[in-house]
């Protein structure tokens, strides 16, 4: 079954509106990160976030362990962020990671 | 930071035909991975390698797959035969070590067409 779950599947926006998006575990983890997807499939790493909450940029990260979920917060968003964020997980210590199917975000200008 | 390299970045091939696709991992990792993703659908495991030896893999990796690192050069993923369902974009990974704490670096991908 699916292991990750992302929300929402889709996300539209106006240039400068805030995002949040969120991911939500089925089993205890390890460590999870977002990733963002350009368009065109190559995959950019955004946080490495085993727990608490991470910033860079306009972007920031929140992940509480025991409760098995994270979000991944965009302020002021911009066309150029749009795309796919992926979130993924690990359980244990073979670093073997489970995706999410994503939330495609399309900021308008 | 630390770069993954992969080429090619985008192969059109005849199925049933071999392809290779490289990886440069970041220089001081130990721990590789291949990642599927076909498209409009979430990225999977296909498997890890650590020391000459595959360490793990799904059941995606079948046995027309096969990977190595030949004298610590790329680490390649060989398809030999490719078939249609093989048309995905393939993520190599690599990282220091396994275990808490240890990133996993991710290429940018090769786009596989089989036609």
């Known amino acids: 079954g699916q292991q990750v779950q992302q929300s929402p599947a889709s996300l539209v926006l106006q240039e400068g509106e805030n995002a949040e998006l969120q991911c939500n575990f089925s089993?205890?983890?390890?460590?999870m990160q977002w990733f963002y997807q350009r368009p065109g499939g190559s995959l950019v790493s955004l946080f490495y976030?085993?727990?608490g909450t991470k910033h860079s940029g306009r972007l920031t990260s929140t992940t509480v362990i025991k409760e098995r979920r994270s979000s991944l917060h965009i302020s002021s968003s911009q066309t150029t962020d749009s795309g796919t964020y992926l979130c993924a997980f690990d359980r244990n210590s073979n670093n073997r990671i489970f995706f999410g199917d994503g939330t495609q975000l399309v900021v308008k200008p | 930071g630390p770069k993954v390299l992969q080429i090619p970045s985008h192969q059109i091939i005849d199925m049933g035909q071999m392809v290779t696709l490289n990886c440069d991992p970041v220089s001081n990792h130990l721990y590789f991975y291949w990642y599927k993703q076909i498209l409009g659908q979430q990225m999977e495991f296909l498997v890890n390698?650590?020391?000459?030896?595959?360490?793990?893999k799904s059941k995606l990796f079948k046995d027309q797959f096969s990977v190595e690192r030949p004298d610590g050069s790329y680490f390649t993923l060989k398809i030999q035969p490719t078939a249609l369902e093989d048309s995905a974009v393939y993520f190599c990974a690599s990282s220091i070590q396994q275990g808490a704490g240890n990133t996993l670096y991710f290429g940018e991908g090769s786009r596989l067409i089989v036609v």
């Open positions: 976030n085993p727990s």
């Open positions: 089993t205890s983890l390890n460590s």
């Open positions: 390698f650590y020391n000459g030896k595959v360490m793990e």
